[in-house]
């Protein structure tokens, strides 16, 4: 079996089995073949180990909107169905029926209906999966693809959640693919079964079908692999960090803080993802009963975490650095610099007219080689920012929070990150300059937050500068993606940290500029857009190989602690490279390589709005801080689904 294998000073470790969900990448050749080289139909299954269960996890209700799902093994399989499986922050809305929906096909018999990728329908579970495990599609098939290079299974399993029943104008899926199962062979190839469950306002029933392919080469490694490999405690707990990233930007996904191991309604989770589609909020936890803590393991932890809180954290003499230099520089230099002119009325004419051809469900569309998000389309179609209601109103709230750290005398430095859709307008619109600023209202509330006296470090004429010097197909922002590239966060870091080292109490911060060491790498990342596109399109953006870099202490991945003078605080964007994908080269890494600063990162997945209330709630380590820098997408700025609360 080929493995990926990372060097950390002498420590190796084999990272195969979560190749995908940590962004490393070991592609190998095309091994799939076509189902023209089946075996003959009575050919052995090979079996798989007995100790694997074919159911591979149990829901315990806390009311309607809270779930515990209990996974006996940890095995990525395991973890993975448990999430995809009839995950109602998932399901939220989609049992109602589309209003374009007209039924024309109801009454249809499933076999005369095409689905021509499916050798065989059947309304019953075949005798060939009987007892074996079933699996998740979406992520199996994405570690399949990094390890064999082949989306042949992906391709098929879209095309089967792509059937429209001769309504294509209906966005909404009319069926899923609820189960995969691999049947190894004797020859070692695998085939594959599928239970496909009809969407509940089409009063169909599941349904059955084996798929016409047969894989082979590495395949039946990768699959047992992805069955039987358990995980430890911390593997689990990035996997779903990373589940929650990638789910962030339409689910609004986030994982609450909870300690490991610890009581959540009536289990001991290990995590507790906590979404909110649809304007209700609800809870799915993730609980194995080898990552559970005892009560009398819970009170030692406690107490052991209560003493290294009171003896970790060294609290230090502060000053802020009042100059309004920077902050008026600044102010100045956005004077007239993005006017509301006929050019940009007749951008957003365009780009209002380009999502109002889009179906009421999709988030996600492809335009000039890149996808958009809608969300941030709505944000450049936004009005003034500042006459939005006091839930959404963001000023308020930001002047409340560097009044209390003013109080603290901790510095506040907002940096809003600008949306992929505004640095490359050109692409998103057809026929618009590349240079022009096409986003007056967001440009303008960046001129209001520095009037009304807070710093703002402004990163889009540094954004625009560096998408000038792209490289296709490799650019400043992710092309299937909401978030930056590795390129475009240089470019912000760079001006970062030249803001850190301005300030007045830099020079006696203790900083150690070159204390770590920075490798360049690579890290393979599906672009978070893809799954809100038609099914039928999905194939046609693959994941994408990223240059990136990572950031060393010593022979280990650096991480800031407690008594970092800096606390990086927001959303995706701080997350990004540094706790996903191939981690330790996000923002606060970079931040730290730049300056010598120690820096902390705190995350919140679902939103920037919502992270400041997480700091609140860090008295001890605020006592280290000097810095508090709020880094967020600036789309959060205009009808953000997580309110701006009050301190």
Known sequence: MRVAVLYIGNVKKIIYPLVFLLGLCACASDNSRPATDTPSATATPAALPQSTPSTLFETKLSGADKQVRTVA????????????????????????????????????????????????????????????????WEPFTKILYTQTGNDSLATLLNAVEAVKWDEPEVFRAFQTVSKLWGVPLADGSVEWWVEVTPATWTARKPFYGKLKLVS?????????????????????????RTLSSYWYPTLNTDLEPHTPGAPWEGGRPFAVMRGNPMGTP???????????????????????????????????????????????????????SCPADAETAKFRDALSAQLKKLPKEQNAWESGGMLWFKRNANYLLADKITSQDSLHNPLPRLLELKKYLDSENIQLLIVPIPVKEEIYADKLVPGTPADRCVNANGREFV??????????????????????????PH????RYDTHWALPGMLAALEQLASRVTQYSWYASSGAQPGSLQMQETTTLREGDLVAHLPDADKPKFPADTLAAMKVFKGSEPYKGGKNAPILLMGDSFTGVFESVDQKSGGPGSLLAYATGLDVQVVTSWGGGPGVYHRMMKMKKDMQSKRLVIYMMTARDFWQSPMEWDAL
């Open 73 to 136: 093994k940890p095995t990525l399989a395991a973890l993975d169905f448990a999430a995809y499986s009839a995950n109602p922050i998932r399901l939220a809305g989609k049992d109602e029926k589309p209003e374009n929906y007209t039924g024309k096909n109801a009454s249809a018999k499933l076999a005369d209906y095409p689905f021509p990728m499916l050798e065989s329908l059947t309304d019953n579970e075949p005798a060939a999966v009987a007892g074996r495990p079933p699996l998740a």
């Open 216 to 240: 082979a080469g590495e395949t039946a490694e990768v699959l047992n692999y992805y069955l039987t490999a358990e995980m430890g405690a911390e593997d689990a707990m990035n996997w779903a």
């Open 282 to 336: 609800m809870w799915v936890a993730f609980d194995v009963p080898d990552f559970r803590l005892t009560d009398e393991a819970l009170r030692a932890k406690r107490v052991a975490d209560s003493l290294a809180e009171a003896g970790e954290v060294v609290p230090v003499d502060r000053a802020l650095d009042t100059s309004s230099a920077f902050r008026l520089e600044t102010l100045a230099s956005l004077e007239g």
């Open 447 to 472: 001129r209001e937050m520095l009037a009304a006296g807070l710093d703002v470090l402004d990163l889009y004429p540094a954004l625009m500068a560096a998408r000038a010097g792209d490289e296709p």
């Open 475 to 478: 650019y400043s922002y992710q």
